[in-house]
C-alpha cells in the first residue's frame, strides 16, 4: 500500500499544455493503442481502453509529447548524460501524472 506523504499529484490532464516536469520522476497513465495482427470477425467485435502506467524521469517534454526514460545516468567524467528504456507519450493519451 502506497503512502500517500510520499506522492505529490500534480495534475490530471485536461489538456496539451507544457507543465514543466522535466528531469522529475513521474507516473504517469495513459492511454495505450493496440491492435490485432491477424484477420478477424467483426461481427460481434469489441475492444476496452488500454491503460497503462509507466515510471520514470522526465526527459523532453512540450506541448504534444512527453517522453519519460526509465533508466537514467547523470554525466560523469568518463560517461555522457544518457538514458534507456525512454517512452515517448502523446500528451492527448496521458489521464494522470503524479511527480515524486
Do not use: H
Not at 500500500?1 to 507516473?27: G, P, Q, W
Not at 497513465?29 to 475492444?47: G, K, L, M, P, R
Amino acid at each position: 500500500m502506497e503512502n500517500s506523504e510520499n506522492f505529490r499529484k500534480i495534475e490530471t490532464f485536461t489538456s496539451t499544455a507544457t507543465l514543466d516536469y522535466k528531469n522529475r520522476i513521474v507516473k504517469a497513465v495513459w492511454t495505450d493503442s493496440y491492435f490485432s495482427d491477424s484477420w478477424e470477425s467483426i461481427t460481434d467485435y469489441t475492444a476496452c481502453e488500454c491503460i497503462i502506467t509507466s515510471y520514470g524521469r522526465v526527459i523532453l517534454e512540450n506541448d504534444k509529447v512527453m517522453a519519460i526514460a526509465g533508466s537514467y545516468a547523470d554525466e560523469t567524467d568518463n560517461t555522457r548524460l544518457q538514458a534507456n528504456g525512454i517512452v515517448v507519450i502523446p500528451k492527448a493519451c496521458i489521464k494522470e501524472i503524479t511527480s515524486f
